[in-house]
């Protein structure tokens, strides 16, 4: 198993950034990726993006696309998502998940374990 943490969160303004990060423990040697997800307030959970474990490729949503930086330290076991330009519309909590599949990093269903998630609050 993996275990996943996730910190970082917070209550921000429009326009401010904060970081994310994701620490895994556990059977982690067997990881390709690492995503984060979000899901706000009546919505369904969305990709907003991945990285994966070797050799560091990675993936963005169109909507976070420029914003947010996902990196990776791989001595930490720890992933990060710098989430600068922040927007109302990105207030939700953010979930960090991993899969060993090798298949979509976009799709929530090949994820394998997930964090407890962070709340993030984008005020205006």
């Known amino acids: 198993q993996v275990q996943l943490v996730e910190s970082g969160g917070g209550l921000v303004q429009a326009g401010s950034s904060l970081r994310l990060s994701c620490t895994a423990s556990?059977?982690?040697?067997?990881?390709?990726?690492v995503g984060w997800f979000r899901q706000g307030p009546g919505k369904d959970r969305e990709f907003v993006a991945a990285i994966t474990w070797s050799p560091g490729s990675t993936y963005y949503a169109d909507s976070v696309k420029g914003r947010f930086t996902i990196s990776k330290d791989m001595a930490k076991n720890t992933v990060y998502l710098q989430m600068n330009s922040l927007k109302p519309e990105d207030t939700a909590s953010y979930y960090c998940?991993?899969?060993?599949?090798?298949?979509?990093?976009?799709?929530?269903?090949?994820?394998?374990?997930w964090g407890q998630g962070t709340q993030v609050t984008v005020s205006s």
């Open positions: 998940a991993s899969q060993s599949s090798r298949t979509s990093v976009r799709a929530s269903q090949r994820y394998d374990y």
């Open positions: 556990g059977r982690t040697f067997n990881m390709y990726a």
